[in-house]
């Protein structure tokens, strides 16, 4: 899979642009958008099951379809993915064999991880903050790519 969620968040404007102009894009006193409830639930099951660059994907879609700070966008992407990853805790658990040891220590560097990024995240500041989640997703599409060509 190529990481394509750095590649949306650096072409925000012009996609944001054109959510409008299609009347794709939360407005004032209007519902949230269709599309945004689609890629939402696609990316969840996703996310659930997968889970490789949920977050990345999530705040893509909200950055380019919900006019607001990057800041309040990346908030709102930790608590959907918080959500996305506790519902697919309880099916797993309750339906799957988990190996409950590794999945406690990739719970604690989860938490970890979530708390210690917000407080980065608030510290980059909002334009840092795009830069770096667009090199990061950069990066991974490389990665990837390069391990699929070789």
Same mark, same amino acid.
């Given at each position: 899979?190529?990481? @394509? *969620? /750095?590649? +949306?968040?650096?072409? =925000? ?5 054109? %959510? ?10 209007? /519902? ?10 696609? %990316?969840?099951?996703?996310?659930? $099951? ?20 990057? =800041? ?5 992407? /930790? ?7 506790? @519902? #697919?805790?309880? $099916? ?8 409950? #040891? ?5 719970? *604690?560097?989860?938490?970890?991880? /979530? $708390? +210690?990024?917000?407080? +980065? #995240? ?13 090199? $990061? *997703? ?13």
């Amino acid at each position: 899979m190529v990481e @394509v *969620g /750095g590649d +949306l968040d650096l072409f =925000q404007e012009p996609l944001a642009a054109l %959510a409008s102009e299609h009347q794709l894009r939360l407005t004032d006193g209007a /519902g949230v958008p269709w599309p945004l409830h689609v890629t939402t639930f696609l %990316a969840a099951m996703y996310g659930a $099951y997968f889970g490789a660059g949920l977050g990345i994907l999530i705040l893509a879609f909200l950055i380019i379809m919900i006019p607001d700070d990057i =800041q309040h966008s990346n908030a709102l992407k /930790g608590m959907l993915s918080l959500l996305i990853n506790a @519902v #697919a805790v309880v $099916y797993f658990a309750a339906f799957g064999p988990v190996e409950w #040891a590794p999945a406690a220590v990739m719970a *604690g560097g989860a938490i970890a991880g /979530g $708390y +210690l990024g917000v407080g +980065l #995240a608030r510290r980059l500041g909002a334009v840092w903050l795009r830069r770096v989640v667009i090199a $990061y *997703g950069l990066t991974v599409a490389a990665i990837l790519l390069a391990r699929m060509v070789t």
